[in-house]
């Protein structure tokens, strides 16, 4: 049986490449863990700080790597990121708020770091967003125990 760190740690890798490029969903996880009777607190900090440093991952990945790896090897639509850019314009950087969605998600945190969006800002909205998640599917998942 494992034990509860490395529950914790597994969880916060789960969440972290979830939040990456990888096609992953950590929210079972966190039921399991919820169900489970392990800390509350500490799930939803571990999944929520796995998650953010995944999207950081990704949002640099956008910021540096636009010429290097996404216009040498994905075609850039430059119309398609103007309007990517004229809706983040007119939303601002509480869109943020829904990288959680997943799939959606990833594709808003990559965008965000190719239009070069404050860090301060994507750091701040992003966490929050992904706070606010992670802490209603804790929630949700203890109705179960």
């Not at 965008?111 to 802490?135: A, H, M």
Request: glycine share 6%.
């Amino acid at each position: 049986m494992l034990t509860a760190l490395s529950m914790y740690v597994s969880l916060f890798v789960a969440s972290f490449l979830s939040a990456s490029i990888f096609p992953l969903v950590s929210d079972p996880m966190v039921v399991y863990m919820v169900i489970h009777k392990y800390g509350s607190i500490t799930i939803i900090l571990a999944a929520t700080i796995g998650s953010f440093i995944g999207s950081v991952t990704t949002y640099f990945i956008g910021f540096w790597g636009r010429e290097k790896l996404i216009e040498k090897y994905v075609k850039v639509d430059e119309k398609k990121m103007a309007e990517y850019k004229k809706k983040f314009e007119k939303y601002g950087a509480p869109a943020l708020l829904f990288t959680w969605i997943p799939f959606a998600g990833d594709a808003l945190v990559a965008v965000s770091g190719l239009l070069e969006i404050n860090f301060i800002e994507f750091s701040l909205y992003t966490f929050l967003g992904k706070l606010i998640r992670f802490s209603i599917v804790a929630y949700l998942a203890s109705f179960y125990r």
